[in-house]
């Protein structure tokens, strides 16, 4: 017991770097299993990995779209099916003794189980935009005394975690509803101005309470997952999780402590300074251009292609209008939203419209072949989108009867022409290259690792030979790719949701 509160005392002092990593440290002295206790030395002994999984969702995978749960808007958000992933991954790594990759599970697990728990990842609106990156510089650097009013408080935290099948995810959508209630009060109450010098002031009292008790949620309710974990893996392994925590793992964390000090304050100083120029930039133009945070424009993006999302499935179930729904911000400081919505008589469209504009849109994106083919298609029977998507690859290449129009040429355009369709803002070029690399579905785009992804699609992208790439270009960029995996990955939760 010793040597782990020593080392718990090292790690806080010195290796905390974010908020999540608070979080991860300050649920393991909750643990109050004996199985609970044998992961935590587990997790103690591999502090390093633990600390790096706690912030990799932020730092390299970036998937910022699977850090929320948007309470009021149909619970939207990916925060839930990626807790499932990584704890599943966390269990088979325990099963299987490979501790130091359990460790780094635990930690990302950790990560997107909080989550959730933060009221800006519960909403947003514009002004949410903006202050998203201050008021989390203000939540880290005043942490320690949150954490204090927390502790110090007549609160008692209890978390119960179901039996059910999804008792993780529900677990968590529990746990943003309480956070939403605090989210309008924190961005109106939150002093930009005073955070600017001193980010911890920019917290008032109220402020600081409410967040106690989020934290005492969010940590009390990591602990309670580890032990969870704890028992299910020892019961799956049929014997005790083999834990001894030795003195070597806190002589490494002090080696590491001078490093990671000056490491911290160099990057709370990089941290002030870009929230300065973002502050200065919104001063100067009334709003964020080009010192939007990532983290905030993913989940803006895709937040909006879920409600356009919505709104398709609402016209494609009522044929005979069309919805537009236009958002605005609120004439008061962009704290509220209006939204104007106008149902509008479908204009009538011809086949002929309807053969050219998918010809453009999927057929088109192939140059070996051109664009010269409506009027064969047509010829042939092909007068609808659903004519392409439901025919026979090999009965419409003998149909057609042109050389370069093979069954497996059609059978691409099919997939093109499925994905672009499924996975709304997808683009032509993009959808010609998932597809050339096998990526055929929204899940499969959503699924695949991301760093395969990357390599396959440039592979594709140089190997193709219609469209040579300059020297030295990266296209498709790394940014770009993302958006396509954001936009299946917006598809792929969105029909989850509407299947459950």
Sequence with gaps: MFLQNSLLAILRGVHCSSTHHCFALDALPLVETSSGRRLVKV?????????????????????FQNHVIHVKDGYWGGAPRMAHKWYDRMQ?????????????????????????????????????????????????????????????????????????????????????RYANRNYSELLNEY????????????????????????????????????????????????????????????????????????????GNRREQREIVSMIDEYASRGKLIRQVPAEVDIVHRVAAIYRKEKQWQYQASHPETRVSVNWTNGSNQGIRHQRAISVEPMQNVTEQQVTESWVADFISTDPSIGANLTERLVEVG???????????????????????????????????????????????????????????????????????????????????????????????????????????????????RKSA
Excluded at 137 to 144: D, E, G, H, P, W
Excluded at 212 to 240: H, K, P
């Design 43 to 63: 997790l103690l002994r591999h502090h390093k990995r633990y600390l790096t999984g706690a912030t990799d969702p932020d730092t390299r995978f970036r998937d």
């Design 92 to 176: 088979r790594y325990l099963r299987t003794n490979r501790f130091s990759d359990a460790a780094h599970a635990a930690g990302v697990l950790s990560h997107y189980f909080t989550d959730p728990f933060q009221p800006l990842h519960t909403e947003h609106c514009e002004l949410e935009r903006v202050l998203h990156r201050p008021i989390e510089q203000s939540i880290y650097r005043a942490y320690s005394e949150i954490y204090r009013i927390w502790r110090q408080s007549d609160m008692k935290v209890v978390f119960q975690l179901s039996n059910q099948v999804g008792w993780l995810g529900d677990s968590m959508l529990h746990g943003s």
């Design 382 to 496: 092909v007068n609808h989108l659903e004519d392409l998507l439901h025919c026979s690859p090999n009965d419409l290449a003998e149909r057609m009867n042109l050389d370069q129009v093979t069954a497996q040429v059609i059978t691409q355009w099919q997939n093109q022409a499925f994905l672009m369709v499924r996975v709304k803002g997808l683009g032509k070029q993009a959808a010609r290259l998932l597809v050339a690399a096998g990526y055929t579905s929204a899940e499969s785009i959503s699924l695949a690792p991301r760093a395969s992804l990357h390599r396959e699609i440039r592979l594709v992208a140089t190997n193709l030979g219609d469209e040579p790439l300059p020297q030295g270009s990266q296209y498709p960029r790394r940014s770009e790719i993302n958006s396509w995996i954001a936009l299946a990955s917006a598809h792929t939760d969105f029909s989850r």
């Design 191 to 266: 002093d930009l101005m005073s955070a600017v010098d001193n980010p911890q002031a920019g917290l008032n009292l109220n402020a600081r309470e409410s967040l106690a008790e989020l934290f005492g949620l969010a940590i009390t309710g990591w602990a309670r997952v580890l032990e969870r974990a704890a028992d299910e893996a020892e019961r799956d392994r049929g014997s005790m999780i083999p834990a001894q925590l030795n003195s070597p793992a806190i002589l490494t964390s002090m080696v590491r402590g001078p490093f990671r000090l000056v490491q911290r304050t160099l």
